[in-house]
């Protein structure tokens, strides 16, 4: 018993000490220190000569450290086994021609791909061994050779990749739809795939290409497979209308199974503006579901749409349209939305919170699922907000925080409560919230509750009455009001009345957000440029730039100062939250293709 417990102390520490080895062999490898690699990788290949990682590290330390004839016999000594892997000869060929010896290096290529004609199951280890040098044309040879001898191998996904490594696009294209043809890929992969190929211009040649193979797929071998495609194709050249003939052609043959796929192009098209064809999507969709729901938040998007550019002559029209779908639908616990939607238009639009207010608190008497409760406690909240009876607003928002505590709505709600008692003076309480949101697992909420957080703390300590806090917030009280005017008359009395004070690059920039919104371009500009040129060491530097790029990529069509801005952010600010959105579009008005 005695002895069998040494044997297992033995064999514990050679285990341990075998793997320290294995870790600081790679350390090494990888830092470069090649010829500390290669004395452990000697003494691990020793230990464990079936271990192909140890011999191929071991090779390229040999490599790396141009001692190819040393290469050269651990190589010839594994093929003198006789037991060796096929891919060896693909490494020793590899040895040859790092020493120019190209015709060894042929002859040993050669080699492994006999090894396929013999076996063709071989063909995966040696398509992968030559790609592992970039030998791609022999990579393809084996991966070609191994299907012809067995039918049953598929290493078309791999051919495909080698020919975007290559190049050659519309071979890899029909690799890829050959796949998807013979059912061996699903669409997702391989869109992940080819996405890298494609940009949003139509006349690039990929796209092209692209479009050329997949209509010769379809008229083949007519699947709805091909409409998905080129629905897919359509939408990132934005093409919306385009591909809605594609998935109205999609539904014909599905039906209502692929319903979801015309709300989510309805839904993007809407958010790259191109309102008139998300209008004729969500009338297609009114008039063909089947499903109540799904009609209902059609009419809803259409109203939205509407709403887009409405003035108060059309609110009366509107109007009536939401009292239609109230008739029509009434009050039930799967038609929250439209409640929701139509005391939202009264509040905001037409400023009668009095005649929302009972909406939601109808639609609060329902059987209500407990996110479905939230959902209208929360819309209740923002309207009694707006009616500045902010402890009615808070009761609601408490009981959501509460009620979602770990929830996203939960946080949320939290940072409602936060901003209704910053709206109400209590400058104090919203800090107490605010400082537990800055963890928020939202990355928009988390981002706001800094926001809020460094104005009120920035602004409390060198103004002990506050003065110039409140009057912000009444001015964004104002701007949440939808009195856009009034809230900038007020952000102006505080630049005017408070200059010099930190208070200032915030009434800069919440007033030029509302100038922008209002289509004072010129002024929002000026505001921003105000904010780089005097606080551009402080934390709203990088909004002033995002916002500045925005209005000179969406309004003044002014790529190169819009590039110029996003630019700064990528260099200047790279813990800024826009560093995502201006790091997407800088590339794409450089020219990059964007997946």
């Known amino acids: 018993m005695k002895k069998n417990c040494v044997l297992l102390w033995f064999f514990l520490l050679s285990v341990s000490l075998w793997g320290q080895d294995d870790f600081l062999a790679k350390q090494y490898l990888n830092n470069g220190e090649y010829e500390k690699a290669k004395a452990f990788y000697e003494r691990l290949v020793v230990q464990n000569p079936r271990r192909m990682d140890f011999a191929e590290n071991l090779v390229n330390c040999y490599q790396q450290l141009e001692e190819f004839e040393k290469a050269e016999t651990f190589l010839q000594d594994r093929i003198a086994t006789g037991s060796a892997y096929p891919t060896i000869y693909i490494d020793l060929g590899y040895n040859y021609r790092l020493q120019d010896r190209i015709?060894?290096?042929?002859?040993?290529?050669?080699?492994?791909?006999?090894?396929?004609?013999?076996?063709?199951?071989?063909?995966?280890?040696?398509?992968?061994?030559?790609?592992?040098?970039?030998?791609?044309?022999?990579?393809?040879?084996?991966?070609?050779?191994?299907?012809?001898?067995?039918?049953?191998?598929?290493?078309?996904?791999?051919?495909?990749?080698?020919?975007?490594?290559?190049?050659?696009?519309?071979?890899?294209?029909?690799?890829?739809?050959?796949?998807?043809?013979?059912?061996?890929?699903?669409?997702?992969?391989?869109?992940?795939?080819?996405?890298?190929?494609?940009?949003?211009?139509?006349?690039?040649?990929?796209?092209?290409?692209?479009?050329k193979v997949v209509l010769e797929k379809a008229q083949k071998e007519p699947a709805v497979l091909w409409n998905e495609l080129l629905s897919w194709l359509f939408v990132q050249q934005k093409q919306f209308n385009y591909a809605f003939l594609q998935e109205k052609a999609i539904y014909k043959r599905t039906g209502e199974a692929s319903m979801e796929r015309l709300i989510a192009l309805g839904n993007n098209a809407l958010e790259e503006g191109s309102a008139a064809t998300a209008t004729d999507i969500f009338k297609y969709i009114e008039k063909n579901s089947t499903d109540p729901v799904i009609r209902l938040n059609a009419q809803l998007n259409l109203l939205d749409i509407k709403l887009l550019t409405a003035t108060a002559k059309d609110y009366s029209e509107i109007d009536e349209q939401y009292r239609e779908l109230v008739d029509?639908?009434?009050?039930?616990?799967?038609?929250?939305?439209?409640?929701?939607?139509?005391?939202?238009?009264?509040?905001?639009?037409?400023?009668?919170?009095?005649?929302a207010i009972p909406i939601l608190k109808r639609s609060l008497e329902l059987p209500l699922p407990k996110y479905g409760e939230a959902y209208i406690k929360m819309a209740l909240g923002d309207i009694l907000v707006f009616d500045q009876r902010f402890n009615e607003a808070l009761i609601y928002f408490s009981q959501v925080q509460k009620n979602l505590k770990n929830d996203v709505l939960g946080q949320e709600a939290r940072f409602k409560v936060a901003q209704t008692s910053f709206y109400k003076g209590d400058f104090e309480w919203a800090l107490t919230q605010l400082k537990v949101l800055r963890g928020s697992t939202s990355q928009l909420t988390a981002n706001d509750a800094m926001q809020l957080s460094l104005l009120i703390s920035d602004n409390s300590l060198e103004d002990s009455t506050q003065t110039a806090l409140k009057?912000?917030?009444?001015?964004?009280?104002?701007?949440?009001?939808?009195?856009?005017?009034?809230?900038?008359?007020?952000?102006?009395?505080?630049?005017?009345?408070?200059?010099?004070?930190?208070?200032?690059?915030?009434?800069?920039?919440?007033?030029?957000?509302?100038?922008?919104?209002?289509?004072d371009t010129e002024a929002a500009l000026f505001n921003y440029t105000k904010i780089i040129e005097f606080y551009g060491d402080d934390i709203l530097a990088d909004d002033a730039h995002f916002a500045m790029a925005e209005l000179f990529r969406t309004v003044l069509n002014q790529p190169e100062k819009a590039k110029y801005h996003y630019e700064q952010i990528l260099y200047k600010y790279q813990d800024s939250y826009f560093f995502p959105q201006a790091r997407k579009y800088f590339r794409i008005l450089r020219g990059d293709v964007i997946n």
């Open 103 to 211: 015709g060894e290096a042929r002859e040993n290529y050669e080699k492994a791909l006999q090894a396929i004609e013999k076996n063709p199951n071989y063909g995966y280890g040696i398509g992968v061994g030559f790609q592992r040098y970039a030998l791609l044309d022999y990579s393809l040879k084996a991966y070609e050779r191994a299907m012809e001898l067995n039918p049953d191998l598929d290493y078309n996904f791999q051919i495909a990749l080698i020919y975007g490594e290559q190049g050659n696009i519309e071979k890899m294209f029909r690799a890829y739809t050959d796949l998807l043809g013979n059912g061996r890929a699903s669409i997702e992969n391989v869109l992940g795939k080819i996405g890298d190929f494609i940009s949003e211009d139509p006349k690039e040649e990929k796209n092209q290409l692209l479009k």
């Open 328 to 355: 029509t639908y009434g009050y039930q616990s799967n038609t929250l939305q439209l409640q929701v939607a139509y005391a939202n238009f009264l509040t905001f639009r037409r400023g009668e919170s009095a005649r």
């Open 471 to 519: 009057k912000y917030a009444r001015a964004d009280l104002l701007a949440y009001q939808n009195k856009k005017t009034e809230a900038i008359a007020v952000l102006e009395e505080i630049l005017q009345q408070h200059k010099g004070e930190s208070i200032e690059d915030e009434a800069l920039l919440r007033q030029a957000q509302l100038l922008a919104g209002a289509g």
